[in-house]
């Protein structure tokens, strides 16, 4: 995002795809046979930039199992959507969260005083982002954070001093709540959380790993197919270790059939990136 060169180059090319588009329906569509291309948005849409580390960072595990964080300023449940980067990336949906809270301290940068990072650079981990990064719950923090701004000057404290401090806290969600927040004091759905495994699957859907789907359904009961493991090991390498998404599909390009895996497979498919340095 602070890359001039690069956020130019990106928007060329997006506006050639959007006159293409926009050619496509005409072509095809009746209802578009008098329409005509008047021009693109001024600036980018950038959908994913770095995050401000925060005094807590949210993370895609805490959606999953709908943590109800006791300083809570705001709630959710938009699904974890990774959009596609590249034409190798197809996109995922990890999950769909039942609920789940953002907690204030998720708004406090770690090493800036009297500040908040409202909306896509808050405290939220990439992947946790791809639910919590939406326009409604954005909306809600910042109601949240501007409540939160004024109680401070009001109460002499910063906005650090206002974390763990029990009395300002239940103030200031009582404030948030007659104001018409929804904040409701709720039990988690514990279906993942009470699971066995439940904190191995939290690392691997932290880093975007494995996939349940709108109706997350992981699959955890069934033999995985050999182009599903290539989109986890693929999904790993790239995201734990920053390897290049596309060598890898060079690599394991042998592997795309819907033939069901077996242990030969797989350690040859990971053998064959392991050494790997981009």
Known sequence: AFNEESIKNAKARAEIEAKNAFEYLKSKLNSFSNAFF??????????????????????ASDLLSGINFEDKIAMASYPVDIQSTNKNNNGQIIFKPDQYSIP????????????????????????????????????VV??????????????????RNIIG????????????????VYLPDYTPNSDYANMTGFEEISELVNYGIISGGYDNNFKFDSIATQIESLDIIKNFASRKYGMNVSKINQRLEAYSSQDEIDAVTLIRMIYSIKNDDN
């Open 38 to 59: 008047i021009g693109t948005a001024p600036e980018l849409y950038i959908r994913e930039t770095r995050h401000i580390q925060g005094e807590y960072i949210l993370q």
């Open 142 to 159: 910042g109601e949240s954070a501007g409540t939160i701004a004024v109680y401070s000057i009001k109460n002499s404290l910063t906005p």
């Open 104 to 139: 204030y301290r998720c708004i406090v940068p770690k090493n800036i005083d009297n500040l908040f990072i409202i909306g896509k650079s808050a405290s939220y981990s990439s992947v946790a982002a791809g639910s919590a990064r939406v326009v409604p719950v954005g909306m």
């Open 165 to 180: 401090n029990n009395k300002a806290l239940k103030e200031i969600t009582d404030k948030l709540v007659n104001q018409g």
